[in-house]
């Protein structure tokens, strides 16, 4: 497995299969660039076939704050420490800001907290017309 913290040489073709079960999915090209356009991104490829097999990414005021607001790694690539080297990764890209959040469902509460984050509240609003990006 190969970790890049840069999409430079990543192409739309390269990050297929994401979004699983979303009902309105960004497509690859949109995905690509919600990865131009965050603040920082790590990128999981298998070396074999060349393909992104997971990602996170953050945005940023660069100062004090960010925000996680993807982790995502295929479905036939989980429970092999991909996820948890993308988190670790991240958090090492963001040492140097103040807060780092993100939102989850309650069942990946105890995921977050092996990292040191911590259970908070937050709210939400979200636009199910806007989900694809498009």
Not at 21 to 28: G, I, L, R, T, V
Request: hydrophobic share 40%; aromatic share 10%; proline share 4%.
């Amino acid at each position: 497995m190969m970790y890049k913290i840069s999409i430079e040489g990543i192409s739309a073709d390269m990050v297929e299969g994401f979004f699983v079960d979303w009902p309105n999915p960004p497509n690859q090209q949109t995905h690509l660039k919600l990865l131009k356009k965050s603040s920082k991104v790590v990128i999981a490829i298998d070396d074999r076939s060349n393909q992104v097999v997971g990602f996170i990414s953050a945005v940023s005021d660069g100062v004090l704050s960010a925000y996680i607001p993807f982790l995502e790694v295929l479905p036939k690539y989980k429970n092999r420490g991909i996820g948890k080297e993308l988190v670790n990764r991240i958090l090492q890209e963001l040492d140097d800001i103040y807060m780092v959040d993100l939102c989850c469902d309650d069942d990946l509460v105890p995921y977050y907290e092996n990292f040191g984050m911590q259970r908070s509240n937050g709210m939400i609003f979200r636009n199910y017309k806007k989900q694809s990006g498009r």
